[in-house]
């Protein structure tokens, strides 16, 4: 039977002979497709081999070039060599790493920053600055990757299929997810805090702000049952901006990312913020106390036509056929209609004084029908009240939207509702029965901004220069 043999082996420039890896057959004759090229398996044992390899291999050079001592020179002799395990994001490797005897050049041992060590030690192990935690932050970086998009238990599973570890800890999930959070949080506060003070080209003349708020329920241990979840969109000339949440109760911390958010899509004091909210006066009030130039407040399409459906749905628009319905409540329906119709044309005052006759019709008519229609006319009462009180308060933010959407303006706040469901609703609340603690939900948002802003690649970047490799180039 013939068959064909490869056998892959890895060579160090510094070497003459090269160390096989693996080996591999597969069938000429009697071939299927299951034959066709390696398997995911026999990938993963490879990679595990290299990986095997290299480790160990850049143990010795490190060790090598650390052996003498720094300070006098002297050479610092082996006590005994002892195995560890590193985690990698190729899989587990195990190596085996030296502990030499301290010199006793120095009064008192000193640590690789030459301060002096927190306890007495006669051996240390030279390598273990290049691998503090046996763990490489390519792993860090799907831990807390999988752990902003996945509850933590599911992101654990998710980062075993992928490496092929052991099914890690949801505990290590967590903690990788809300330690890279809290570094996010201290970077996105320093730019926040700096925000406009420095002067840089290309700074844009109009941004503009989706900003909404929910709540979450809090875990046992908090001073409260539910605390609010502030998230946003900052876009700049129709593209994608920076977004930004915050969970903490302190308004000045919201601020903060708000400005970071803002600097980081190129805001300046003199530029023009267009704020869009559900008519919700802390949304704007806030996002003013960080840009004092604000356009004129728009109040949202959408949150003033689900009111103005909930009432026609009352009356039965949609769901009664006509021929069925009582001609009092076709007109009341017609009434409605006309209500959306002047809103829709910025004719707030009309609006205001039709919604006022609905409601006195719907009153006086009532005791005219049947139990059934009476209900119906009560409930309907009762929408219209919430609208005209809705559309009273927000008068002034009511404008022509025929006219804005025709001049390409933004009508709707369905970039702040996209926000909280991809920021908030799909990992933290939407279909699911979570408690969070405030710092825990604070730090999960910042990893998974940053994640939905193709940021968390970059911050990991920043943290070890030859993250990923130095061979791969990072914009």
């Known amino acids: 039977m013939r ?6 082996s890895l060579q160090r420039e510094s070497d003459v002979d090269g160390e096989p890896l693996a080996t591999f057959t597969r069938p000429v004759d009697g071939a299927t497709v299951a034959d066709f090229g390696l398997s995911l398996e026999e990938g993963r044992q490879l990679l595990q081999a290299l990986q095997q390899v290299v480790v160990q291999s850049q143990i010795h050079a490190y060790d090598h070039a650390r052996r003498h001592c720094r300070h006098c020179g002297a050479y610092r002799r082996i006590k005994d060599w002892r195995e560890r395990v590193v985690a990698t994001a190729l899989g587990e490797v195990r190596v085996r790493v030296p502990r030499v005897v301290s010199c006793l050049c120095t009064p008192e041992p000193l640590d690789d920053d030459d301060m002096p060590m927190y306890r007495l030690a006669f051996t240390e192990c030279p390598i273990q600055r290049l691998i503090p935690s046996r763990r490489t932050p390519e792993l860090s970086y799907l831990c807390a990757k999988h752990g902003a998009s996945h509850p933590y238990r599911v992101a654990a599973d998710i980062v075993s299929e992928i490496t092929g570890l052991r099914r890690p800890c949801h505990r290590t999930v967590r903690r990788d997810t809300l330690s890279c959070g809290q570094q996010l949080e201290d970077a996105q506060f320093m730019a926040g805090w700096y925000a406009g003070q420095t002067q840089r080209r290309g700074r844009a003349q109009r941004l503009r702000l989706a900003i909404d708020g929910t709540y979450l329920t809090a875990a046992p241990g908090e001073e409260v049952t539910k605390f609010e979840v502030v998230a946003g969109r900052v876009e700049r000339e129709g593209g994608m901006g920076r977004r930004f949440a915050c969970a903490l109760p302190r308004r000045s911390m919201t601020r903060t990312l708000v ?15 267009e704020v869009m909210s559900d008519g919700a006066k802390g949304m704007r009030s806030l996002v003013a106390s960080v840009a004092p130039t604000l356009s004129k407040p728009t109040l949202d399409w959408f949150h003033l036509s689900m009111k103005i459906h909930a009432v026609r749905r009352s009356l039965g628009a949609y769901q009664m056929a006509p021929t ?52 119906v006319a009560e409930t309907a009462r009762g929408a219209a009240t919430r609208l005209l009180d809705y559309v009273k308060q927000n008068r002034a933010d009511i404008v022509d939207y025929n006219q804005a959407r025709r001049n390409g303006q933004r009508i709707s706040t369905a970039a702040a509702e996209s926000v909280m469901n991809h920021v908030i609703n799909r990992r933290m609340s939407k279909g699911q029965e979570m408690r969070w603690s405030i710092s825990g939900a604070q730090c999960l ?7 939905l802003d ?11 220069p030859h993250f990923r490799s130095p061979e791969v180039q990072h914009v």
């Open 3 to 8: 068959q064909m043999q490869w056998t892959v």
């Open 445 to 451: 948002l910042q990893t998974r901004v940053a994640m």
């Open 324 to 375: 069925r319905r009582p001609a009092f409540m076709a007109a009341s329906a017609r009434s409605a209609t006309k209500v959306r119709d002047h809103l829709w044309r910025g004719r707030t005052e009309e609006a205001i004084e039709l919604t006022r006759n609905l409601i006195a019709s719907l009153q006086a008519g009532a005791p005219a029908l049947s139990s059934f229609y009476a209900t």
């Open 454 to 464: 193709d940021r968390l690649v970059r911050h990991f970047h920043a943290q070890f």
């Open 259 to 273: 400005a970071a958010a803002l600097e980081q899509s190129g805001w300046a004091p003199q530029t023009e913020v």
